[in-house]
């Protein structure tokens, strides 16, 4: 008898743990109210909710090696998740989770945001900052005859291949001119002729591409041209012909020249007179000349170099460059700037893009270029449907084991689905103890594990009937069932778990989470099924003294 | 009291050539299928490009669709309906690395460019993006090696413990019955184009759990028999384990392919595959248990004939004895070629 009050002591400690586990309660967050992140106390749901089920973003990023072998990438990937976190931690979202998985992944868990392409911006710029003065001396124009000469000896063959490996957005460019063009094609220089007039329309077809700007070293290019050029420029023998000591840099804006798009190119000093590392404050503003602009603060030293270097370039235009790409129109220089300038966005962007800029300003360079090799968003109301959804599932699942489990085994069977509610319940608190995530993969396997976790219920029931079959009594039949049972149950129970550990060990992200459902629900099982059904029958023959007939 | 197949004495070992024969025919439309018909559907999670879910506020037809992606420049997009007539899959490859720098140095270019195609054909607010997966190849490859590894590491660590627990031919049969029953489940996927995805390899995971749990409930039962020390024919021990161990095969199938059958109708299109991959799961692993695992357990005991425990005693010439009794039993002589090889 004493031991029987244990038994139940312990599952009713239990059941209050899980209760208090599963309970939602206070906690101090960060949201987001009125469009500004506060702290304030929320109630919160302590099984937390993937991606999947509450809706959010998912960025894989790793070290981009095209440009730059990158020797030791994990230890860059470290020095890298600082900066993103912080990015991160900025941006403004509540429970953000960004971790390095294995050696060269960073991985940010964005809930609630649903604009993937601004966090990914955020993410993953670098943040380079330079100041570069625009070409003076027109040296671009004095290269073009040559840089025309290569093209024509080189273009119809770079063509040939470009098409021949599918390079999409090359084809389209080169589909556009053919269309405007009736001539024959293979004709390369009649077809360059004929096409959008350029900077010269006899010239050659490189040339042809291009539009004088209205400052030095500036050019249109035809949106539509843009792709061929980008061909053209990543030739090596174009490469080598290009004037030393320049650099080609496409500007972030689109211009629109008589309806039509046009990119801006600029040729500018390949050297920066300084750049963003002494940047020590920026900050979005407003301006109504020059639309949105970011404010930056240089430091002491930087300001001084930054005096001196604009003070030898009075009258020139400075190109301001964040990640390669042309900021704005360059503005000239009036006079030697100090600590103080202005990143001018144009008119027409939005206020948030500012302040994202100067965030990741703020934030700091990524030490490495990242890229973003997985991005997933979920939307809240997909998650939701999820949710339910998978709710109504687990119900219905739920159910119809009750009624098949009440059904077959009778007054046993009532056992077994009391076994099984704690089963459910104890699952649940076992998962939020270790703060398991509950995936939608994850909420179908406990579905599912609803139909397997009465196996073992099942086998000691069929073994207890088959102890009554030869005659023995109730008592000993419960006593013998159980004991016979049990080995086939710690078997598949420990063989799970071996497997489970395994797929932890070895699995990726969704996987690992599987396994961790898994164990818990073994554990889970193997506890209700042996130990809380054996304590019912306890109970139950304690107060049917001298039972004659078991209903099973 | 309810019973169902109490005290049954079906001779199930006696159609595992049949059961072979379908299994291998299966197997074999699988991989021909994966030679002639080309590779697994596998779901953008493991190859790469982006998939977007759309719903539109109201039903759009089809080849419009289509044909305002083709106009937007997606180029091959893959449309599907998915659920009801508002909501589509559009699927499109990532752009060829290194092509176009500028527009496609952002991952999300191509979500942009349907984004943009669908404004423009249908009107910006008409629909919402519901989820948007855009993956690059190598974390695909990283996924696809992943799970393999594991489960071949986990049909391993399985292998040791049945050894250790039972006897090491146990352990194999048992690993013979669960790889049989991935296998057929590829075969499966492959045979109705199920598509691969995260959610279909979680379903073969839980499977090769559930397989090698159901094996090792028979096993134990024949383990146990064998104990009794009664002189009793193998062929006889499997047989009449698999009869006691009916009922709580039928029954804990049953529960499970309740739960499973509540997740097929129940918890919508995301987890449909997972659900169909199961079901069919369920009854190869029903199979595989009594058809495949007890017939590789004789196999082996007949290649090896030694004791399978020590109070059974089943020796090299029982085991010849027990092959030659049993022969009338067979069902069709086709089966002498094979059999003379085993018992030599």
């Not at chain 1, 670098?126 to 003065?133: K, P, V």
């Not at chain 1, 934030?363 to 991005?375: I, R, T």
């Amino acid at each position: 008898m004493s031991n029987l009050k244990y038994r139940l002591g312990l599952i009713a400690a239990l059941v209050i743990a899980s209760v208090w586990a599963l309970f939602p309660r206070t906690v101090v967050e960060r949201v987001k109210r009125d469009g500004a992140f506060v702290y304030d106390t929320v109630r919160r749901v302590p099984l937390k909710r993937g991606l999947d089920l509450q809706g959010g973003m998912h960025l894989s990023l790793e070290v981009d090696d095209s440009k730059q072998a990158v020797a030791d990438k994990s230890d860059a990937l470290d020095r890298a998740l600082k900066v993103v976190r912080s990015r991160i931690d900025q941006f403004g979202v509540s429970e953000p989770v960004v971790q390095k998985v294995g050696t060269d992944r960073i991985i940010v868990e964005l809930p609630g945001i649903d604009d993937p392409k601004r966090a990914e911006d955020v993410v993953k710029a670098q943040a380079f900052l330079q100041f570069q003065i625009t070409d003076e001396t027109g040296s671009l124009d004095k290269a073009l005859s040559r840089l025309d000469q290569i093209v024509r000896d080189k273009g119809s063959a770079a063509v040939a291949t470009t098409s021949t490996t599918g390079d999409q957005p090359v084809q389209k460019g080169l589909d556009l001119f053919t269309k405007k063009d009736s001539a024959a094609p293979g004709d390369t220089t009649r077809r360059d002729t004929a096409a959008v007039p350029g900077l010269n329309a006899s010239a050659g077809p490189f040339s042809r591409l291009l539009e004088r700007g209205s400052i030095n070293g500036e050019y249109y290019v035809a949106q539509s041209n843009a792709p061929a050029l980008e061909t053209y420029l990543a030739m090596p023998e174009i490469q080598a012909a290009l004037p030393p000591g320049r650099e080609l840099l496409w500007g972030s804006d689109t211009l629109s020249v008589g309806g039509a798009p046009y990119r801006t190119l600029y040729v500018v000093d390949a050297r920066p007179i300084i750049t963003g590392e002494y940047l020590e404050d920026a900050k979005p503003n407003q301006s109504p000349i020059e639309g949105t602009i970011v404010e930056f603060r240089f430091n002491n030293e930087g300001g001084r170099r930054f005096r001196s270097e604009t003070g030898k370039h009075v009258q020139d235009y400075m190109a301001i460059v964040l990640d390669d790409k042309v900021m704005g129109r360059p503005p000239v220089i009036i006079q030697a700037i100090g600590a103080r300038g202005q990143i001018t966005m144009g008119q027409g962007r939005s206020l948030q893009e500012a302040q994202d800029l100067a965030l990741v300003l703020r934030a700091g360079s990524l030490p490495v270029p990242l890229k973003v090799s997985e991005v997933r968003s979920i939307g809240a109301s997909l998650g939701q449907d999820s949710i339910s959804k998978g709710t109504t599932a687990m119900v219905i699942a739920v159910l119809a084991v009750i009624v098949i489990m009440i059904g077959y085994y009778r007054f046993s069977g009532t056992l077994a689905v009391a076994a099984l509610v704690l089963y459910v319940l104890f699952t649940m608190a076992v998962l939020a103890g270790f703060n398991a995530v509950l995936t939608l993969p994850g909420l179908a396997g406990l579905v599912l594990s609803v139909g397997i976790a009465v196996d073992a219920n099942v086998l000691i029931f069929e073994r207890i009937r088959e102890e009554l079959d030869r005659g023995k009594t109730v008592r000993t039949s419960i006593d013998e069932g159980f004991k016979h049972a049990w080995s086939a149950i710690l078997d598949t129970s420990v063989a799970t778990i071996l497997t489970a550990a395994v797929l932890y060990q070895y699995g990726t992200g969704p996987v690992r989470g599987f396994a961790v459902t898994l164990i818990a629900g073994i554990a889970a099982s193997l506890f209700c099924a042996v130990f809380v059904t054996r304590t019912f029958y306890l109970v139950w023959l304690s107060r049917t003294r001298n039972a004659q007939t078991l209903s099973i | 009291m309810i019973r169902i197949f109490h005290n049954t004495s079906y001779d199930f070992i006696k159609w595992w050539r049949h059961a072979a024969v379908a299994t291998v025919v299966f197997i074999m439309l699988g991989v021909g299928s994966y030679v002639f018909r080309g590779g697994v559907n596998y779901s953008i999670e493991f190859t790469s490009g982006t998939l977007m879910q759309v719903r539109f506020t109201k039903p759009v037809d089809d080849g419009e669709l289509r044909a305002a992606l083709d106009a937007g420049g997606v180029d091959g997009a893959e449309i599907q309906r998915f659920g009801d007539a508002t909501e589509y899959t559009i699927r499109a490859q990532n752009r060829a690395e290194g092509a176009a720098v500028s527009d496609s140095a952002s991952t999300s270019a191509v979500a942009t460019a349907i984004r943009a195609a669908l404004d423009a054909k249908y009107g910006a607010g008409s629909y919402t993006a519901e989820r948007t997966e855009v993956v690059g190849p190598r974390v695909g490859a990283e996924l696809r090696t992943g799970a393999a590894i594991a489960m071949v590491l986990a049909s391993f660590v399985t292998l040791v413990y049945l050894a250790f627990r039972f006897e090491w031919r146990f352990g194999l049969a048992a690993v013979i019955s669960t790889a049989h029953d991935v296998l057929i489940t590829l075969a499966f996927i492959k045979l109705f184009h199920i598509e691969v995805s995260l959610v279909v390899v979680g379903a073969i995971l839980t499977l090769l759990g559930y397989s090698g749990n159901d094996t090792i409930i028979i096993f134990d039962r024949v383990r146990e028999n064998l104990r009794k020390g009664r002189k009793q024919p193998l062929y006889d021990t499997l047989n009449e384990s698999i009869n006691e161990t009916l009922p709580r095969s039928v029954l804990t199938h049953t529960t499970t392919m309740a739960a499973t059958l509540a997740l097929l109708l129940f918890a919508g299109e995301v987890l449909r595959p997972f659900a169909v991959v199961m079901t069919f799961g369920i009854f190869v692993a029903t199979f595989s248990s009594i058809y495949v695992a007890s017939p590789v357990l004789l196999w082996i005991e007949r290649k090896f004939p030694r004791a399978v425990s020590d109070k059974a005693q089943v020796s090299r010439q029982a085991a010849l004895a027990e092959s030659a009794k049993e022969r009338p039993a067979r069902p069709a002589p086709s089966g002498a070629a094979p059999r003379r090889a085993t018992t030599r």
